[in-house]
């Protein structure tokens, strides 16, 4: 994991969005982690506490995790 307000996690692009959930939980307790496919709609507001995760159509994750 990144510290501060880093971009995020550049290193589980690729990997499996399951074991990226693991990872970023483990990294930081209580973030809130929002998923869905390539893409997928986010809300406006911008919370320290979530991250949004964009996952391909093989399962694993397509952009850096970011917080937001």
């Known amino acids: 994991m990144t510290s501060g307000l880093s971009p995020g996690w550049p290193d589980l692009v690729g990997k499996e969005h399951e074991l990226a959930i693991q990872q970023i939980h483990c990294d930081v307790m ?3 982690i929002m998923y869905g496919p390539k893409g997928f709609f ?3 507001d911008v919370s320290l506490s979530r991250v949004w995760l964009d996952i391909n159509p ?3 994750v397509a952009y850096v ?3 937001g």
Do not use: E, N, Y
Request: charged letters at 15%; hydrophobic letters at 25%.
């Open 30 to 32: 209580g973030l809130t």
């Open 42 to 44: 986010r809300i406006g």
């Open 58 to 60: 093989d399962g694993t």
């Open 65 to 67: 995790p970011s917080i």
